[in-house]
């Protein structure tokens, strides 16, 4: 017979490469030992500036974003990735801890590359689904 639909496969969880950009080095600690633990592919920073250099230099397949940094925080990031056109390849999870998001967060989730939203604290199998999910948007 003829086929008719194309079925696509998720990658598994574990094939995934996550960005954990926290100021709070206990929450990307934790967060690292969480990932690693589950198999996933972690990097972990606690800088924002850094951060934009490293999602330029580097393919991730999931950044999970804090967006309340001292100095530049991760709106900064967003616009820095928007700025020089790479935002829209990116699936940013933003991390704040508002558990409503506010006007500028709310902008933000309208700009293309920028997925969800998840309260911090943040319940670690949640966000297992999270990521999941995220990866398989486009």
Do not use: W
């Amino acid at each position: 017979g003829r086929v008719t639909g194309v079925q696509t496969c998720a990658l598994p969880i574990s094939s995934v490469r996550i960005l954990v950009v926290d100021d709070n080095q206990s929450i990307t600690k934790m967060l690292h030992r969480y990932f690693t633990t589950h198999g996933i592919d972690v990097m972990t920073l606690n800088d924002g500036k850094n951060a934009l250099e490293t999602i330029q230099k580097q393919k991730f397949d999931v950044i999970l974003l804090d967006m309340a940094m001292p100095g530049f925080n991760g709106a900064d990031i967003i616009n820095g990735l928007e700025k020089i056109s790479i935002l829209e390849q990116q699936k940013i999870i933003i991390l704040s801890a508002s558990s409503v998001p506010d006007g500028a967060i709310r902008s933000l989730l309208d700009k293309k590359g920028v997925h969800t939203f998840v309260d911090k604290p943040v319940d670690l199998k949640d966000l297992i689904d999270i990521v999941s999910q995220s990866r398989g948007m486009r």
